[in-house]
């Protein structure tokens, strides 16, 4: 018998690259063969598992990279025999190049943050073309994707963000695969914080300081209901930004009510203020009155597409005191009180929210006249908090509770001088001092001193009318705060 080397070929041959999953190889010979194993191949950049027998001529093995790179099979000659002990020639080389990197994944394009409901779109890039990537692949939460478009290695997403929550954004390994049949990598986590909560409870903090300030200038002198200084009358004042109207009933006798109406516009926002006083009081002796009173308000709001609203009350007790023999007077108040209130930070939405507020008093004057000169001494202490329940919005976020307080305290001089029988002339220069604070430190807190000076001149017509001027500059000695303004107006009292 004539030994001859026994022929063999693979098949088939790598199909272009090899990925990390490996390839399959089947090794045919040309006759049965005996002791053929795993350990008979040369490999270069391989590991070998899954060594099979289909028959005595037939076998099966996978292959797999160690690393990206060439790869290649052989079996050496000589390596093995056919069943009459003749060796093998060697067998043809296998070659390819290994891909074993799983591709990567990174989603941008997000805004940062979103204000209520949003639409956006989101890109997802793959280091290098996949396939099998669809919109279910991606992980979100906080919205949904409402649309989804792309091929190879770049997508884009369009996401429908509810409002209510954090946008939430991943894709998962292993969801698309590159074209050796790598699956990708996980991506990162991407998140778009969700302001909304935030950005209403700032709006509503403003409204409420706002609120506070319009609370403290609105409130009555009551040390006029023993100094008789004052006379039932209306009033108005306008021009293209700005507006007043006031009326008052008096201070003669011990029913009274007061009604201020304020509106402004700017570039920015537009404002309305209506405040009104009902109160009545007895007098227990020549120098002392106590009495009640019910303050009522309406104050809206509006810049931009947001808009505040709110309607509130307070409700106390007064009371005004005067130094026997002497022009020194003393008054005082303690209120407390609700109010109801909308807001619509977007102005795609509605929702309410409640505060309750308390409003405290005092204050010291007094008056004395040198013949047509008449000085007006003061010192008055205020101070109101407003604080806000939490609640959730009708997206589903929490707004806070927080609270607003404002302290004033202001001393300074009035003069008033007789011009002529129907003709005053005043003015007057006082320091203030105040604080504002919000315990959620959603504005900045603030604490500062300044002066202000008021200047006025008016003029009877008869014993029932009176046009008056009269302006001031507020904000002396403070950097970053300054405040003027001019009015004319005419009152009649009846």
Do not use: C
């Not at 509605?350 to 507020?357: C, G, H, N």
Request: hydrophobic residues 40%; charged residues 15%.
């Amino acid at each position: 018998m004539i030994n001859r080397s026994r022929q063999l070929w693979f098949f088939p041959a790598f199909s272009g690259n090899i990925g990390a999953s490996g390839q399959v190889v089947t090794a045919t010979f040309s006759d049965d063969v005996q002791n053929f194993v795993a350990a008979d191949l040369t490999l270069t950049n391989l590991t070998v598992s899954d060594f099979a027998t289909v028959d005595a001529a037939t076998y099966t093995f996978l292959v797999t990279p160690v690393a990206d790179g060439a790869v290649s099979v052989l079996i050496p000659a000589a390596s093995l025999t056919d069943l009459n002990d003749t060796d093998n020639e060697a067998s043809n080389t296998l070659t390819a190049t290994a891909d074993v990197t799983s591709p990567g994944v990174v989603t941008s394009g997000l805004p940062a943050n979103i204000s209520g409901p949003a639409t956006f779109n989101a890109t997802i890039t793959f280091e290098e073309s996949v396939t099998g990537f669809v919109a279910a692949d991606i992980a979100i939460s906080g919205g949904s994707i409402t649309g989804f478009s792309g091929s190879g290695a770049d997508y884009t997403a369009s996401v429908s963000a509810t409002g209510g929550a954090d946008v939430v954004m991943s894709v998962a390994a292993d969801v698309a695969t590159d074209d050796v049949g790598n699956g990708n990598t996980a991506s990162g986590v991407v998140t778009v914080v969700n302001t909304t909560a935030t950005e209403t409870s700032d709006l509503i903090a403003q409204f409420m300081q706002n609120r506070a300030n319009a609370l403290l200038s609105n409130q009555p002198d009551l040390a006029d209901f023993l100094r008789g200084g004052g006379a039932p009358s209306i009033g108005l004042n306008a021009n293209n930004d700005r507006g007043v109207f006031s009326y008052s009933s008096g201070t003669d006798g011990p029913l009274w009510f007061r009604l201020n109406a304020n509106w402004a516009t700017t570039a920015t926002a537009d404002s309305t203020n209506i405040h009104g006083i009902i109160g009545g009081h007895s007098t227990l002796s020549p120098n002392f009155l106590l009495g009640g009173m019910v303050q009522i308000d309406i104050v809206e709001e509006t810049s931009g597409a947001a808009t505040v609203s709110g309607q509130g009350w307070l409700v106390g007790p007064y009371f005004v005191a005067k130094l026997p023999n002497q022009p020194l007077y003393f008054e005082g108040s303690l209120l407390y009180g609700q109010t109801s209130n909308e807001v619509s930070p977007f102005g795609t939405y509605t929702d309410r929210f409640a505060t309750e507020r308390w409003l405290a008093t005092l204050g010291v004057s007094g008056e004395i006249v040198l013949d047509k000169l008449t000085l007006i001494p003061f010192l008055d202490a205020a101070y109101t908090v407003d604080s806000q329940a939490e609640y959730s919005d009708v997206l589903g976020n929490t707004v806070a509770a927080q609270s607003i307080s404002l302290g004033q305290i202001s001393a300074g001089l009035d003069v008033e001088f007789a011009l002529s029988e129907n003709t005053d002339i005043s003015a007057g220069i006082s320091g203030i001092w105040s604080k504002s604070t919000s315990d959620a430190g959603v504005i900045p807190d603030f604490e500062g001193g300044r002066a202000r000076v008021d200047f006025g001149l008016s003029h009877k017509f008869g014993a029932n009318s009176q046009l008056a001027f009269s302006g001031y500059y507020d904000g002396i000695g403070l950097a970053d705060y300054s405040g003027y303004g001019v009015e004319v107006a005419y009152s009649v009292s009846f």
